[in-house]
């Protein structure tokens, strides 16, 4: 009999604020450790928080973003337990008054088309440290830098039906988050995190079945394959007539499989309550919607209106809105003068391999437009192109015209009637046998005859123009 | 209400607030004696309402995102039990690796 | 007269308080006076507070003194910021003289639970002064200051400052900022102000009032506390007695001292209302809920991992050393209020404790504003229900000694402003009468105060 998969994802990420959540400490990555640290974030006596309003601003736009409704009223809480890097002893959250609630994201499900899964809260938090713990033999080391850092976290609904679901919906996820410029959302240096929840049924059952939690997601392709491991675990106990305890998990991506880190009776007892330091937060409804209105188009409407406005695929579309960086160029490029269709390709194409690998696109939009022209008018020849646009010129704006670069490079097509029958001669008087041979009737030299002057050409000649002045050459005498 | 040793210790486990055994019988009783104090709050009828009181402002005030230098007169290495290279340090504890 | 005169008077008057056995004072020296009264000399101008020496209780951070709050788990620990109070009491001139005793982290009524010792009262070493500013208390009684800072978070200056005889100010909440206050019940706590007069008391607490940054539960939508001059008659003015805090067992002399304080009243023109504030009688035990639930969170960063006293126990590892350092640096009446603010959080009894005592904590700020709002100007009632108790009488049993905050504490849960006036003495130890004043309506009281304190004799026996 066949078993169901519930998924729900717990998602962390880091607010793109300058400072920390309640304090002036720096919130940046990667400085000596303990240096980004006041009072506040090391919880000396006396210190008290005060939130940063671009936190709270930049959460608001992700709640946004994903269609949750901001509450004019929220509360912070302090969430209590003992842990080397909670300066406090507590982390100051947000518990059962939230900033936001209610909210969905639409995406391409691999089993199911296109699906919502349900955003039940938005709430913002404090980041705790980072522990080492193998500088030190015998010690762990302590690094509140990260402390206080801002956070939003992000709980969906159980909506998610397989690990390859949960992949996807991660994949949209940031894709608006990152739109939105609410975090850069890099699970590499831990601006996104994710805490999994999975259960299993019975197909058909309508009751959800006893869920555990798999922490130490690193990528979301580890994501995947937790879950897999741990929906295989599962169902393995339940096809044995065994029950599944509520836990938390663990995942090894070394070994790809999960082990128990605590039960439910050994789980926290957090403690919540209002934190006696902060006053409600209280969002007017004026601001609120200035926040929805400042917000950027996200990717789907975006897609959409590529679609519709430029005549694309949506394939083409999607894989133009796949960044928002990406769906910019295109447009830009499209603004500077190009046909949308050969923008579109030369984005997902060319341009693609140094943004993959620079982060950047580096020729400026104007300039693969000219290009684009220069293509169209035969000036360059499709393969001559790739080689101006993969000049260093193109991204130099001093640099003149592309023409003037292509012709630099001696990468224009010579399309003029006279210059190619020099070159169609100087090819026919240097194989006479192959002349003899078309004439005979081995139309099919015609290749032959316009590859070399191509190669005699240095490749310059238009070959659209080679060939009617080789037939007239080869018929003529 | 009766709260018995196992309870007291549960609390002060959570508290990570180490109880000496002697200590404990005394402890427990006095423990005991303040719940049953505020107890009294129960023949306050459950259904009684008032606004939420809130202690000072109403709506939190909100702090520009700048960054402003350290405030502190001396380092941490200054008033931390042990500290090196930058790092406070604590012993070490093989479950801790794994939160 | 120079602040360097001045320091080296207030050297010899805090050296004497220290023969006495007063152990009022934890850190000071005269070095430090000195240094403090060179500060002040070589400033331009004189500031509102020139060369005012003013005690602070040792949970107020300060960066030239250690900061124990009378706790082992502090012993030594010396603060790398100073408390906005501080600050701008300094900027006014004043000199900090030194850091005073009190009950561990400010959980007692009697400086008795203090990790260096109880404190003395003044007039009778054998009683104490009240706390859990006592250290403060005493010292003003005893004349080596003429202010201190304490600090309220259920009437620990208010009831010193009536044990002691001195005049206790506690500003509304919000009133003063608690930034480098080390925290104890935040949505309580409150640094409060002793006096030898209530002119001395005012003008240290408008110096320090007024919004924080660093502290977002100042209020910046409320007008500045400005000194006002001691009313000449209180014609109009109109005096709430709330039934509740006169119970028919209230001590004689306690009652005389307040039946001189009406008469006063009366005699300057005010008139006398009887009113009910039935919620009352739950400020204690709603106050040991919240108060305690809210230490509990507020004392978990001792946990001897970035600063303050390490002990590591058997077991060597991180949760052995969270228990034997916070076990054994923290004393007795710390680690009930800590266990007990655990436990009304945790599971299952969150609705029962926790979320019941916030529902009595705004019925009994209710019936504040509905008195008010009903055209009583101040409210009357004794600060404390005895004299200043014997040492060791309560220290046995936590609920008798909470119950020494029962007229004090329900002002902290409602957030006002109030003061303890001395009123005259019974049997040679002073009684305190309590004004209490609605939200930010400092001035009223502070005014109201000084009137009463030209017309009582603070050191004549009531009966």
Not at chain 1, 150 to 155: F, K, N, Q, S
Not at chain 1, 265 to 292: C, M, N, T
Request: charged share 25%.
């Amino acid at each position: 009999m066949a078993w169901e998969t519930v998924i729900g994802l717990e998602v962390h990420v880091q607010l793109l604020t300058r400072s920390k959540m309640f304090c002036a400490c720096s919130a940046a990555f990667g400085d000596p450790p303990n240096t980004n640290v006041c009072p506040v974030c090391l919880g000396l006596p006396g210190a008290l928080p005060v939130p940063n309003g671009q936190a709270i601003r930049l959460a608001t736009r992700a709640a946004l973003a994903l269609g949750c409704t901001v509450q004019p009223r929220s509360v912070f809480a302090r969430k209590n337990y003992f842990y080397p890097d909670l300066p406090k002893g507590y982390q100051i959250s947000q518990f059962d008054e939230p900033l936001a609630l209610s909210g969905a994201v639409e995406f391409e499900s691999p089993e199911r088309g296109r699906i919502r899964c349900g955003v039940t809260r938005l709430h913002v938090e404090e980041d705790a440290g980072k522990l080492i713990h193998d500088r030190f033999p015998g010690k762990t080391a302590v690094d509140l830098n990260r402390a206080g850092t801002p956070l939003a976290e992000i709980v969906s609904e159980p909506d998610l039906r397989s690990p390859a679901e949960a992949r996807a919906y991660l994949t949209t996820l940031k894709q608006i988050l990152v739109y939105a410029e609410v975090s850069d959302c890099s699970m590499e240096q831990g601006s996104l995190r994710v805490d999994a929840n999975l259960s299993v049924r019975r197909s058909g059952d309508p009751n959800l079945g006893t869920k555990c939690e798999v922490k130490n997601l690193n990528s979301f392709a580890n994501v995947e394959r937790a879950l897999e491991a741990e929906r295989d675990r599962q169902v393995a106990l339940r096809e044995g007539g065994q029950r599944i305890v509520q836990s938390t998990l663990l995942f090894n991506a070394g070994t790809g499989q999960v082990k128990l880190l605590r039960s439910k009776e050994e789980s926290h007892d957090y403690r919540y309550f209002p934190d006696p330091d902060l006053p409600p937060l209280v969002l007017g409804k004026a601001w609120i919607d200035e926040q929805r209105g400042a917000l950027p188009e996200l990717p789907e409407a975006k897609r959409d209106r590529l679609v519709a406005r430029y005549g694309l695929t949506a394939y083409a579309a999607g894989e133009l809105t796949r960044e928002r960086a990406i769906a910019d160029y295109f447009e830009a490029v499209v603004a500077a003068g190009a046909d949308a269709r050969h923008a579109a390709s030369w984005v997902t194409g060319d341009a693609m391999t140094g943004y993959n690998e620079t982060g950047r696109f580096a020729v400026l939009p104007v300039r693969l437009a000219e290009l684009i022209a220069l293509v169209a008018e035969n000036v360059v020849s499709n393969q001559a192109a790739k080689k101006v646009f993969a000049s260093p010129r193109m991204a130099d704006p001093s640099a003149g015209s592309t023409r003037a670069i292509a012709e630099a490079l001696g990468l224009t097509q010579v399309s003029d009637t006279g210059a190619l029958a020099g070159w169609v001669d100087e090819v026919l008087t240097a194989n006479p046998k192959e002349v003899e041979r078309y004439r005979a009737g081995e139309a099919k030299l015609i290749g032959f005859f316009v590859g070399q002057v191509m190669k005699r050409s240095q490749g310059k000649a238009d070959p659209k123009g080679v060939q009617p002045v080789l037939v007239e050459r080869l018929n003529g005498k | 209400m009766n709260i018995g040793p196992d309870g007291v210790l549960h609390v002060a486990k959570l508290a990570e607030i180490g109880v000496d055994e002697q200590e404990l019988p005394k402890l427990v009783e006095q423990f005991n004696r303040i719940v049953d104090y505020v107890a009294q709050l129960d023949d306050v009828p459950s259904d009684t309402k008032a606004a939420p009181f809130v202690a000072g402002p109403t709506a939190t005030p909100l702090r520009e995102d700048v960054v402003g230098p350290v405030p502190l007169a001396r380092p941490p290495a200054a008033f931390a039990p042990e500290f090196a290279d930058g790092f406070f340090l604590v012993p070490r504890h093989g479950a801790m690796e794994d939160l | 007269m120079t602040a360097a005169a001045v320091a080296r008077e207030t050297g010899i008057r805090l050296a004497k308080a220290d023969a006495d056995g007063l152990n009022a004072t934890l850190h000071w020296s005269q070095a430090a006076l000195d240094a403090e009264a060179a500060r002040v000399d070589a400033r331009p101008a004189r500031g509102a507070l020139h060369a005012t020496p003013i005690a602070v209780k040792d949970n107020i951070v300060t960066t030239d003194a250690p900061t124990t709050c009378a706790s082992r788990i502090l012993d030594g620990y010396v603060s790398p910021y100073e408390a906005t109070a501080v600050v701008r009491l300094r900027a006014a001139g004043a000199i900090m003289a030194c850091k005073t005793n009190l009950d561990e982290f400010a959980m007692g009524s009697s400086t008795e639970h203090s990790a260096y010792g109880r404190v003395k009262h003044p007039l009778d070493p054998s009683r104490v002064p009240g706390g859990s500013s006592g250290g403060s208390a005493a010292l003003v009684a005893a004349g080596a200051v003429p202010v201190a800072l304490g600090s309220e978070t259920g009437g620990s200056v208010r009831q010193p400052a009536s044990f002691c005889g001195v005049v206790g100010v506690k500003p509304s909440y919000g009133r003063v900022s608690r930034f480098g206050l080390v925290a104890f019940g935040s949505s309580l706590d409150c640094i409060s102000v002793f006096g030898r007069t209530v002119d001395d008391a005012a003008r240290v607490l408008e110096t320090m009032s007024g919004p924080d940054p660093l502290d977002a539960t100042t209020r910046a939508d409320r007008p500045p506390l400005a000194a006002s001059a001691a009313r000449a008659d209180l014609k109009g003015l109109r005096i709430g007695l709330p039934k509740e805090y006169f119970p028919a067992d209230l001590h004689g002399g306690v009652r005389a001292g307040l039946d001189r304080t009406i008469k006063a009243l009366r005699s300057l023109g005010a008139d006398i209302k009887d009113v009910s504030l039935p919620y009352s009688k739950y400020a204690v035990p709603t106050y040991y809920i919240i108060a305690p639930a809210e230490a509990a969170a507020n004392l978990a960063r001792y946990d001897g991992v970035r600063y303050g006293r390490r002990k590591v126990g058997p077991d060597g590892d991180i949760r052995s050393l969270y228990r034997a350092t916070r076990g054994e640096g923290f004393g007795p009446e710390v680690r009930r209020r800590i266990l007990i603010g655990t436990y009304v959080l945790s599971a299952g009894y969150y609705d029962a404790y926790y979320r019941k005592a916030q529902t009595v904590r705004a019925l009994i700020a209710r019936d504040f504003q509905r008195a008010f709002a009903g055209g009583i100007d101040l409210l009357l009632t004794p600060t404390t229900p005895t004299p200043p108790f014997k040492a060791g009488e309560k220290t046995d049993d936590p609920v008798q000694m909470y119950l020494a905050d029962i007229f004090v504490c329900p002002v902290n849960l409602a957030g006002l402003p109030a003061l303890s006036l001395p009123v005259g003495r019974d049997g040679g130890l002073p009684i305190g009468a309590q004004l209490i004043a609605p939200d930010f309506e400092e001035a009223r009281m502070l005014s109201v105060a000084g009137a009463l304190e030209r017309v009582l004799r603070p050191t004549e026996e009531v009966r």
